[in-house]
């Protein structure tokens, strides 16, 4: 639970801050880095872990586990290959060492000195410089109070530079020590398997594989095994648990979906009601506009001329651009070429005999829009009269006053009023 971890430890550290509590700062610091380390975000660990180190020097004691502190990041140095900052590292520890114990460097008796100098072995081994690495096992080696592990990793280690020197029957010899004294040392046989292939034994190295990779699945079966009772009781505590609440959770599902069901039926019926209103008042407010557009399509059927100059000459422009609206006007409205789903502007300058230029003009003159606006008005003033007299379904209305589909006139209505033709069918019956 990285994140959850993170998100206490910094709410911590922010109290340790406005207190100016150097102590909890450091060991604040010192977790992070901690936490960071176990997502292997090792650069946001060894930046974390080196601040908690410049908390501990702003306190007037030493904090307990700043020594842990520096063994963190020299692991972490070391184990990433980045010798250098390990060396510098390594000795800074080694100093703090000599503080805490006041012993000398070539005589320790503390465990932690021993870990360091397994990290120095293994770092040397690393650069190749067995010399150094091997003289470090023998400082291990030679203390009376060495553990059964340091004994192990400096016997492996061993193992690995004769390995790397090329005697592989002394590397052979050290590798069979180390899993002696840690039976449980997987890489000590899966080098030791390594060792075996490099003599060019095949029957031996192979007799050894096969037992290395038994003794790996004996472990991986018992750690199944354990981690299959462990799931087994924590399936028994749940299910108990799981028992006494059923009944109580149940109510609490049933109760809470009856409130759900109410309040979602409430919500229904009020939007439901606000909608048939708004239609209600839509439908009014359209039925007021077709009054207007009847008395003034009949206005339109009734007109003698279109408000053009008078003149004697036929041939005058403001002549034949008004006989062009009269003759527009009895296509559409008299005749009602717009119901006619292929109707188009230059089909009816085609059938009129006229030119674009001069139709375009007129058009926009005596109708005020364009030719499409005013097809469109004329067909959905069409479709209003039949939704509300007519049985007809909107299919064949659409069909009937020319818009060819249901989808184009319920488009067209939408854009034009705000609801759609079933809406308005319904609102203006009711």
Not at 30 to 53: C, D, F, P, W
Not at 56 to 64: E, I, L, S, T, V
């Amino acid at each position: 639970m990285y994140e959850k971890a993170l998100a206490e430890i910094e709410e911590v550290s922010r109290q340790a801050h406005r207190q100016n509590d150097h102590e909890g700062r450091f060991y604040m610091q010192y977790l992070m880095g901690v936490t960071y380390m176990h997502q292997n975000r090792l650069s946001e660990a060894e930046k974390h872990y080196r601040q908690s180190i410049e908390e501990a020097a702003g306190m007037n004691k030493r904090p307990f586990g700043l020594i842990g502190v520096y063994f963190e990041l020299c692991n972490m140095l070391q184990a990433t290959g980045r010798l250098d900052a390990f060396f510098e590292m390594a000795g800074e520890t080694e100093k703090l060492l000599d503080e805490m114990t006041g012993e000398k460097p070539d005589n320790p008796q503390h465990t932690n000195r021993v870990n360091l100098w397994t990290l120095y072995a293994f770092a040397y081994s690393f650069m190749g410089d067995f010399d150094n690495a091997e003289s470090y096992c023998d400082r291990i080696d030679n203390l009376r109070e060495a553990d059964t592990v340091s004994l192990g990793n400096t016997t492996y280690l061993r193992a690995q530079i004769w390995e790397a020197r090329g005697d592989y029957d002394k590397a052979l010899t050290y590798i069979n020590r180390a899993i002696e004294i840690d039976p449980t040392y997987s890489y000590a046989r899966f080098t030791k398997v390594r060792i075996l292939s490099r003599k060019e034994n095949a029957p031996l190295t192979w007799a050894e594989t096969e037992k290395t990779v038994t003794y790996i699945d004996s472990l991986r079966d018992a750690s199944f095994n354990r981690q299959l009772d462990e799931l087994h009781t924590q399936y028994e505590v749940d299910k108990h648990i799981a028992e006494k609440e059923k009944t109580r959770q149940l109510m609490y599902f049933a109760l809470a979906g009856c409130l759900l069901l109410l309040v979602t039926l409430g919500i229904r019926i009020y939007y439901s009601r606000e909608v048939t209103r708004k239609n209600k008042t839509l439908a009014k407010q359209i039925k007021e506009i077709q009054a207007q557009y009847e008395k003034a399509e009949t206005a339109l059927l009734n007109k003698t001329g279109f408000g053009t100059k008078n003149g004697n000459n036929n041939l005058r422009p403001e002549k034949r651009k008004e006989q062009l609206c009269m003759d527009i006007r009895d296509t559409l409205l008299k005749e009602k070429a717009y119901r006619d789903p292929g109707i188009t502007r230059d089909r009816l300058i085609a059938d009129l005999g006229t030119h674009k230029d001069l139709f375009i003009e007129a058009f926009q003159q005596c109708f005020g829009m364009s030719f499409t606006e005013y097809v469109n008005f004329l067909r959905l003033k069409e479709a209003i009269a039949l939704l509300e007299e007519s049985k007809l379904s909107i299919e064949e209305i659409s069909e009937k006053v020319g818009f060819g589909s249901v989808r184009t006139l319920q488009r067209q209505f939408q854009v034009k009023y705000n609801m759609s033709p079933k809406d308005y069918r319904k609102a203006a019956i009711a």
